[in-house]
């Protein structure tokens, strides 16, 4: 049997210090997961339930890349986060048998047209295109459980032409990572090769043509992107 199409092929991140690759499936990104970062989005930081939203596998983009300027949007914003790598898939995951599912970590970057968003928002209509656009996850190498442990605290930060504008800290995730793949396992079956992008801390900002952004995560390692002019 043939595909009746010509198809894109499955994308991939390398596996650091490695000549393999981690397969991506689906991309689950959590709401909101920093206090100050939902304030400065107008909502209460109180520990609720969290929530999910999805980008497309496709929209992957690879450390130090130059990405093309998304179309339609006039306000491009940056969210810096640690991804979450999934080896091990599973229903209903008990909190203290999470961290046995994870794969490894990575570096990424949820990019937004906050103002598709935005405007999504006041129409009470999704909001997926304002998230799930082309090139709109750049991600680094993913550093597995192995190598680098499971990181709890730590520096995350974003710089935009050489000036910080996001910066927090692991330990200041309302939902850490346990939580996280237990609550998700319990909407979906988690399967080996999803990503989960586990929010982003406060000063997220505008992106414009030309910038180039560095971002960090403490033990997980940096990305770096650019954005053609």
């Not at 959590?30 to 206090?35: C, E, S």
């Not at 596998?57 to 130090?64: E, F, H, K, L, T």
């Amino acid at each position: 049997m043939k595909h009746a199409i010509d198809f894109r092929l499955t994308p991939v991140l390398p596996v650091a210090e490695s000549n393999e690759t981690f397969p991506v499936g689906r991309i689950y990104c959590v709401g909101r997961n920093y206090a100050e970062h939902a304030r400065e989005m107008g909502h209460d930081p109180e520990r609720e339930p969290p929530f999910f939203f999805m980008k497309p596998a496709d929209a992957i983009v690879r450390n130090g890349a130059t990405i093309p300027f998304p179309r339609v949007t006039r306000d491009l914003h940056h969210e810096i986060e640690m991804v979450v790598a999934i080896g091990k898939g599973g229903a209903e995951i008990p909190v203290e048998k999470a961290l046995g599912h994870v794969y490894g970590y990575a570096v990424g970057l949820d990019m937004t047209r906050r103002d598709i968003q935005g405007e999504a928002k006041k129409m009470g209509r999704p909001w997926e295109m304002g998230k799930a656009f082309d090139n709109s996850a750049p991600c680094t190498a993913v550093k597995p459980v192995s190598m680098i442990g499971h990181p709890a605290k730590g520096a995350i930060w974003l710089k935009v032409n050489g000036k910080v504008t996001q910066k927090g800290d692991l330990s200041e995730m309302i939902w850490n990572v346990p939580d996280m793949i237990s609550y998700l396992s319990k909407l979906i079956t988690l399967r080996a090769g999803d990503l989960i992008m586990s929010g982003t801390p406060a000063g997220v900002g505008p992106v414009k043509p030309g910038d180039r952004l560095e971002g960090h995560v403490d033990g997980v390692g940096d990305l770096t992107v650019s954005y053609a002019k």
